[in-house]
């Protein structure tokens, strides 16, 4: 897959895209779907398939005050785009300038310099370029004059019985409410945090039940406090069942600025001190709760390092 950051130049000198555009935070499997159409109608006009996207949420700099949390990183992002076996990925600078181009200018530049796009394949509800005045009907207009079509394809729907697509928003509501079961289910993987692990308090290490502190990025959404059972990923290739702690620690501080994330690998001796790690959340166990002594709380700990082996040990 190749990563195109200069819009000035044609990006296929001589062929045509298909394309589709947007922030694809998380690319779960609304946008999947979205992207395999595009690859199928690159397939059949012999064109080359591209996804136009951002190098940070555009809600950052247009209302940062309510900009949502991100539920992939920009290297993960790029590693689930690249698996979706597109031929590029077209990453466009967003800021103040970027906000305020007009979509007639935005589609000259990008699309029709730099990609000679042939075929644009977006949700129904897609919006776009300064005030996000954009929209399918003025591509289609745009399209006329420059020689490409617009196919708005129906977003897809929620396989749990609720109402509404698939969608970032969807899933950062979930993970809200501590369901990483129906996070997973609209992401189509299981969801990760990636972080480099940090030195903490080593208390776990006290109660005896070592943990790795993972220092995720601040714009990073994450599930609700509580415990998980998950994997924990090395940057070696290795993978470990884990019981996952993400909270304030209530039975040992009052009033904690942060939550923490401390993974418990299961079987597990050595130093993973600095190295940079992925958290897999597979199941919630239980909330997070103040325990009146630490022989309660490490009786906790036994009983959901078992639920989190009888979970995942198969």
């Excluded at 690859?39 to 951002?54: E, H, M, N, P, Y």
């Excluded at 039940?209 to 220092?215: G, K, Y």
């Excluded at 059972?229 to 909270?247: D, F, K, P, Q, T």
Aim: hydrophobic share 40%; charged share 25%.
């Amino acid at each position: 897959m190749q990563i195109i950051n200069n819009h000035t130049v044609p990006a296929f000198p001589g062929e045509r895209t298909v394309i589709t555009i947007g922030a694809y935070d998380g690319v779960h499997l609304g946008h999947q779907a979205v992207i395999s159409h595009v690859r199928q109608r690159a397939l059949d006009l012999g064109a080359r398939s591209a996804v136009v996207t951002f190098d940070r949420h555009p809600a950052s700099i247009v209302r940062p005050e309510s900009a949502p949390l991100l539920l992939t990183g920009p290297e993960q992002k790029m590693e689930l785009l690249e698996a979706t076996g597109v031929d590029a990925v077209v990453v466009v600078p967003f800021d103040a300038e970027q906000a305020a181009e007009s979509p007639e200018s935005f589609v000259q530049r990008v699309l029709v310099e730099c990609l000679a796009t042939k075929v644009i394949v977006v949700g129904e509800d897609f919006h776009f370029g300064r005030h996000r005045d954009g929209n399918v009907n003025l591509l289609r207009k745009l399209g006329a004059e420059h020689d490409f079509e617009v196919e708005p394809l129906a977003l897809l729907p929620r396989v749990d019985g609720v109402d509404e697509p698939v969608s970032s928003t969807a899933i950062r509501r979930a993970l809200a409410g501590g369901d990483v079961t129906r996070a997973n289910e609209m992401l189509g993987r299981t969801f990760e945090a990636r972080g480099s692990v940090v030195t903490g308090d080593q208390r776990g290490r006290l109660l005896g039940f070592p943990t790795a502190n993972v220092e995720v990025p601040n714009s990073i959404s994450l599930p609700a406090d509580g415990v998980y059972a998950g994997w924990y990923e090395r940057a070696s290739g290795g993978s470990h069942v884990c019981a996952i702690n993400l909270g304030r620690r209530p039975t040992f501080y009052e009033h904690a600025d942060s939550s923490l994330l401390e993974a418990h690998l299961l079987d597990f001796e050595g130093d993973l001190y600095g190295e940079q790690a992925r958290v897999r959340f597979t199941h919630f166990l239980r909330s997070e709760r103040k325990f009146d002594g630490i022989e309660s709380l490490k009786e906790q700990l036994e009983l959901d390092i078992a639920h989190a082996r009888g979970l995942l040990s198969k």
